[in-house]
């Protein structure tokens, strides 16, 4: 970034380097993949976002909120005033600890809860402990998601099938169904979503579907809360470098070139995505509910 202040007026399409480099972002890593090992580095505003109170006193929850853009909204959170509970899976440890430590070093609490919310039971213990760590859950931020690239239909299992459902639809289900008594009037809900639900890729069948039903449940979970004064809105991002994207989220012969297809002709930074939730999240956005937000480089949602 050619400004350390994520408020400097600047070209926006040179604000990020265009490729994700030749040579580094080829490299492949097992899936959930690691923040640790990205090669070349994202972006989650460590050293760019700049907090003004909007979420003073705000309790928040995130799942997938160690690395990608999980880590940038909990970065943003905290500088915004709020305290926040990450949610991640057990193999990412090293990630969720360094986004504690950013958490904590903007002066708020941050607790960590590991497991996996393609298990019922867990979802509900996640909620429960949330609870008890904060107080009450003013924002909750279902992020966590699963994305393998799958060329041919005969070669996408129900094995994978049933995960990525399970991951990105069935364990926001549990994970808002358990937390909604414990939302006061005023409360937040926000769903990733994706471009991939208005323009599904070819090898992305599963994942491209399950963000549509992010979507519509999205906006229909908004209908049935706003009776409790809870708004629900969704963020879809386009092409942002993360480690989903590196560990299977792409054929290796796309990461090369990821991103360079939108309007802004680069991907997207995690950092340049974590805005649209802090609107979401705050009380300036309190006549918006039901809503998506794209944040895809020009790549617009219809
Ligand atoms: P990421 O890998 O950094 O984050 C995804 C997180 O999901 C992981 O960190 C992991 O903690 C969590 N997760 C996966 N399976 C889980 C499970 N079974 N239990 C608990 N947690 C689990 O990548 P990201 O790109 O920041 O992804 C965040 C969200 O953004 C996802 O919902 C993804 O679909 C969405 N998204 C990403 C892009 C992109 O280009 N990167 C574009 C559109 C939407
Ligand atoms: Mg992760």
Redesign the pocket.
Known sequence: MKNSDQHAMQDPRTQYPKSQGQGEADEQQPD??L?AVLAPQADHGERSYRGAGRLDGRKALI?????????AVAIAFAREGADVVI???PS?EI?GQKTLNMIRQAGQKAIAIA????DENFCKTLVKQAVEALGSIDILIN?????QFVEELEDLTTKQFV?TY???VF?MFWITKAAVPHMPPGASIIN?????SYQPSPGLLD?AST?GAITAFTKSLAKMLIKKGIRVNAV??????????Q?G?QPEEKLRRFGDKVPLGR??Q?AEVAPAFVFLASQESSYITAEVIGVTGGAHLP
């Open positions: 959930p993949g923040d799942t997938g909120g160690d690395s990608g853009i999980g880590r949610n991640f899976l990412e990630d497991g996996d919310i393609t992020n966590a998601g699963k994305q995960e399970a991951t990105n364990g990733t979503t994706s471009i991939q994942y963000k879809a991002p386009g092409p942002v470098w993360t480690p989903l994207q560990s989220g991907a997207g995690p």
